[in-house]
């Protein structure tokens, strides 16, 4: 149960940190009044919105997304009880998909998708290091 309870902190931190990072970001560069970036009505305005999102804005954006699958894959990877890594990388997965989903929705820059391509990994491999090798063990 407790490994369970693991993947649901995890997801819940990924997705508290993406939302306040990327509020933050829209504060800096808000929406045009009346844009609805979920209204396929608004797909037009909502391209020229993120034709001129400054450098700042996108870094954010993807920072957000990687900063985000660090600390909840790291909740995860040290609550679960066995295989911490796993589902630390379980977390990543998630994150991973989630920016995937992003990318296809709407269009990115090319910088912004691979360096969120090369984040992810790193972001992985940095959780793990900080992981206990077994904090159970014995137990």
Not at 1 to 27: C, E
Request: glycine share 12%; charged share 5%.
């Amino acid at each position: 149960m407790r490994n369970v309870g693991a993947v649901v902190a995890g997801v819940l931190v990924v997705g508290l940190i993406v939302l306040v990072l990327q509020w933050v970001g829209s504060a800096l560069h808000p929406l045009p009044a009346g844009v609805d970036p979920m209204d396929p009505g608004d797909a037009t305005a909502f391209a020229a919105y993120l034709a001129t999102m400054p450098f700042v804005g996108w870094a954010l954006a993807g920072a957000s997304e990687l900063i985000g699958a660090f600390f909840g894959s790291l909740v995860a990877g040290r609550l679960a009880t066995t295989r911490q890594s796993w589902f630390a990388g379980a977390i990543v997965c998630v994150a991973l998909l989630g920016s995937i989903s992003n990318w296809v929705s709407f269009s990115h820059p090319m910088w912004f998708i691979v360096g969120q391509l090369v984040g992810y990994p790193l972001v992985f491999l940095g959780v793990t290091k900080l992981l206990p090798s077994n904090p159970y063990e014995g137990q």
